[in-house]
C-alpha cells in the first residue's frame, strides 16, 4: 500500500445508508493535519438525513469536507489536500464525472449517470478549494481514522436528523424476488424477457432506470436481478410486482426496454 503524503492534509470521508436505498443516511468527515502543525484530529462533517443512498452520502461527505478546506485554507507548508475514502464509486469516477457533465450527464455510450446533482456539486467544490485536491482509496476500517470515521457515520445515518438530501428522487421500490448482490446491467441483444419490475428510479431529464428479476416461464422460478432504461411513458405503463413481456435494445453498454408487449401472470409466491 502506498504511504499518504505525509506533509498533506488529511480528509477521511464516509458515508452510510440504513435500507439502502431510500433509508436514514449519514456520512462524516474527519480531517488528520500533519505533524508540523500540531494540531489534533478534528470532526468536520456530521450529516443525517431520513432518506438518501449510500452512494449519495459518500458525495454528500466529500462536497461538504471540500467546502470547509475552502473556508479554512491555507495552511502553513501544506499544498495539498488527500481525501481518503473506502467509496470506489468516488475514486473510479472522480475523474470520469467531467466528461459525464459535458455529455449531458452520460457516459461514452451513452446511458444516463445518477447523482447527477452531487456530482455536479462535487466538481465545483474541488475547483473552489483553493488548493491541490487528490481522491485516493483505502479499504475501510483498516486504520483508527477510518474506523472513527465509519463509526461517525453510522451514528449519523442512525440518527436521521433534520439535514435534507433535497436532490434526493427516491423513485418506488418493492420486494426483489431474487434476495443476493445488486442489479447489474441487463446484457441486452434484442431478445425478448418476461421481467418483474421491483424498483424505478427517475433520472437526469426523466428517464427511468428500471431494476427487475427475470422471470423464467419453464420453471415458474425468478433469475437475477437486472436493470435496463426507459421513456417516462414506457416507465409508465411498468408496474410493480406485475410480470411483463417486454423487448430491449440491443447495446450491452446502455441496455434500454423499447416495448412493452404483454402483461404475463406471475405465481403468487416464488417458486
Given at each position: 500500500m502506498l504511504i499518504l503524503d505525509p506533509h498533506a492534509i488529511h480528509v477521511h470521508t464516509d458515508g452510510s445508508c440504513y435500507r439502502n436505498p431510500g433509508g436514514r443516511s449519514g456520512c462524516?468527515?474527519?480531517?488528520?493535519?500533519?505533524?508540523?502543525?500540531?494540531?489534533?484530529?478534528?470532526?468536520?462533517?456530521?450529516?443525517?438525513?431520513?432518506?438518501s443512498s449510500n452512494n449519495r452520502m459518500e458525495l454528500m461527505a466529500c462536497i461538504k469536507a471540500l467546502k470547509w478546506v475552502r473556508n479554512n485554507q491555507p495552511w502553513a507548508g501544506v499544498k495539498r489536500t488527500l481525501f481518503v475514502t473506502d467509496s470506489a464509486?468516488?475514486?473510479?469516477?472522480?475523474?470520469?464525472?467531467?466528461i459525464w457533465k459535458t455529455n449531458k450527464w452520460r457516459n461514452r455510450f451513452g446511458?444516463?449517470?445518477a447523482n447527477d446533482d452531487l456530482w455536479d456539486d462535487l466538481l465545483a467544490a474541488r475547483i473552489k478549494a483553493g488548493i491541490?485536491?487528490?481522491?485516493v482509496w483505502r479499504p475501510g476500517k483498516k486504520s483508527a481514522?477510518?474506523?472513527?470515521?465509519?463509526?461517525?457515520?453510522?451514528?449519523?445515518?442512525?440518527?436521521?436528523?433534520?439535514?435534507v438530501d433535497?436532490?434526493?428522487?427516491?423513485?418506488?421500490?418493492?420486494?426483489?424476488?431474487?434476495k443476493n448482490g445488486?442489479?447489474?446491467?441487463?446484457?441486452?441483444?434484442?431478445?425478448?424477457?418476461?421481467?418483474?419490475?421491483?424498483?424505478?428510479?427517475?433520472?437526469?431529464?426523466g428517464e427511468n432506470k428500471i431494476s427487475f428479476n427475470i422471470f423464467v416461464e419453464p420453471t415458474q422460478t425468478y433469475d437475477a436481478?437486472?436493470?435496463?432504461?426507459?421513456?417516462?411513458?414506457?416507465?409508465?405503463?411498468?408496474?410493480?410486482?406485475?410480470?411483463?413481456?417486454?423487448?430491449?435494445?440491443?447495446?450491452?453498454?446502455?441496455?434500454?426496454?423499447l416495448e412493452r408487449i404483454e402483461e404475463v401472470s406471475l405465481p403468487k409466491s416464488v417458486a
Open positions: 462524516a468527515a474527519i480531517v488528520h493535519f500533519p505533524d508540523h502543525l500540531g494540531r489534533q484530529d478534528e470532526q468536520i462533517v456530521d450529516f443525517g438525513c431520513a432518506e464509486y468516488i475514486t473510479d469516477n472522480i475523474y470520469r464525472a467531467g446511458k444516463p449517470m491541490r485536491v487528490d481522491f481514522t477510518a474506523k472513527i470515521v465509519d463509526k461517525s457515520a453510522k451514528n449519523a445515518a442512525k440518527r436521521g436528523g433534520l439535514d433535497r436532490g434526493y428522487r427516491p423513485g418506488s421500490f418493492c420486494r426483489s424476488l431474487v445488486v442489479a447489474q446491467p441487463y446484457p441486452a441483444k434484442g431478445q425478448l424477457e418476461v421481467i418483474r419490475p421491483y424498483a424505478k428510479k427517475v433520472m437526469f431529464r436481478k437486472f436493470y435496463a432504461f426507459s421513456t417516462p411513458m414506457m416507465a409508465a405503463g411498468l408496474h410493480r410486482w406485475h410480470g411483463y413481456r417486454v423487448r430491449f435494445n440491443d447495446d450491452r453498454n446502455y441496455p434500454q426496454i
